[in-house]
């Protein structure tokens, strides 16, 4: 058993941009393996297993994880990792390409502190932290309806940046 939370519980928290989760669990009745499939799961195995059937359904997971685009999603946003685009109900929002790398480091890592460093590190240009912080202030005015009381884009302070929904 997890600690402090199920299992449904963190599938419930963590499925919205998150990668696929495979359920190792003792709980093998049929509803609760419908249920974890209903609320996102990508597969279900029940304990006791055989290793060598998690290794390839992670491998089948895998492949098939390849074979589409990889999408976050954070309010009415949509942005595609893939072709570094960034969409609001449909319509598609013009980012620089600097906007564009920042964004797409920061949805990797979605739900996750992006230190300022780190972002320095991802970058094939010279850049210095200060650099950084405006970058953010330029994609956040993109997407924030009130840049200075952000939704989507949060400073963490003396950590660096978040991607999340409040």
């Not at 990668?19 to 049929?30: G, H, N, R, S």
């Not at 990797?108 to 970058?123: D, F, H, T």
């Amino acid at each position: 058993m997890m600690p402090k939370e199920s299992g449904i519980q963190f599938l419930t928290r963590m499925k919205k941009n998150q990668p696929p989760i495979i359920m190792l669990t003792a709980m093998a009745d049929v509803d609760d393996r419908i249920n974890g499939l209903e609320l996102g799961a990508a597969d279900y195995l029940a304990k006791p297993f055989e290793v060598k059937e998690l290794i390839l359904r992670i491998k089948n997971l895998l492949y098939w994880k390849t074979s589409y685009t990889q999408v976050v999603r954070f309010g009415p946003y949509e942005f595609d990792l893939d072709k570094n685009s960034l969409t609001c109900q449909k319509n598609k929002i013009h980012l620089t390409t600097n906007e564009s790398k920042l964004l797409n480091i920061l949805a990797k890592k979605y739900g996750r502190i992006v230190a300022r460093e780190e972002i320095v590190l991802n970058n094939e240009e010279e850049l210095t932290e200060r650099a950084v912080d405006a970058r953010v202030a330029r994609l956040r005015n993109k997407i924030e309806r009130k840049p200075k009381n952000p939704l989507y884009l949060h400073t963490i302070r003396n950590k660096g940046y978040m991607l999340r929904e409040t």
